[in-house]
C-alpha cells in the first residue's frame, strides 16, 4: 500500500522550532521529489519547499518560497525512506496543516498539480 506519513506538528511558541517527517511506504522515496505544502483556515494551499531526487552525478537540489527561506530546511534521508522539514524562527502566521507530496517525475515543484501521492497532514500551531 503506497503511502506517506507526516509527524512531527504540534504546538510550539513564536521563534520555536520544529522538525516534520515525511515517511513513505510502499514505495521507494529515492526516486520521488518531495515537496512541503501548507494550508491555514480560510487560505489556499501553499507550497512552502521541495527536494529534487537524488540523481546519480549530482546532489538533490532544493526550494523554497520566499515566506520560509532561510528559516526551514528540507532534507532527504533515503536509507530511512524519509523527509525532513526543519523548521526554526517559527511565526504565528506559519500555523497551518503541514502535507508531504511526492512527485514521480523527480523534478519537484512549488505547484501542487503534479504530485502523485499526498500524506494525510499534520497540524503545525505557533502560538504564546
Known amino acids: 500500500q503506497v503511502q506517506l506519513v507526516e509527524s512531527g506538528g504540534g504546538l510550539v511558541q513564536p521563534g520555536g522550532s520544529l522538525r516534520l517527517s515525511c515517511v513513505a511506504s510502499?514505495?521507494?522515496?529515492?526516486?520521488?521529489?518531495v515537496g512541503w505544502f501548507r494550508q491555514a483556515p480560510g487560505k489556499e494551499r501553499e507550497g512552502i519547499s521541495y527536494?529534487?531526487?537524488?540523481?546519480?552525478?549530482?546532489?538533490?537540489?532544493?526550494h523554497y518560497a520566499n515566506s520560509v527561506k532561510g528559516r526551514f530546511t528540507i532534507s532527504r534521508d533515503n536509507g530511512k525512506n524519509t523527509v525532513y522539514l526543519q523548521m526554526n524562527s517559527l511565526k504565528p502566521e506559519d500555523t497551518a496543516v503541514y502535507y508531504c507530496?511526492?512527485?514521480?517525475?523527480?523534478?519537484?515543484?512549488?505547484?501542487?498539480?503534479?504530485?502523485?501521492?499526498w500524506g494525510q497532514g499534520t497540524q503545525v500551531t505557533v502560538s504564546s
Open positions: 527536494i529534487s531526487s537524488n540523481d546519480a552525478r549530482t546532489y538533490a537540489r532544493t
Open positions: 510502499g514505495f521507494t522515496l529515492d526516486y520521488y521529489a
Open positions: 507530496a511526492a512527485d514521480g517525475s523527480g523534478i519537484g515543484t512549488l505547484v501542487a498539480e503534479p504530485y502523485d501521492y
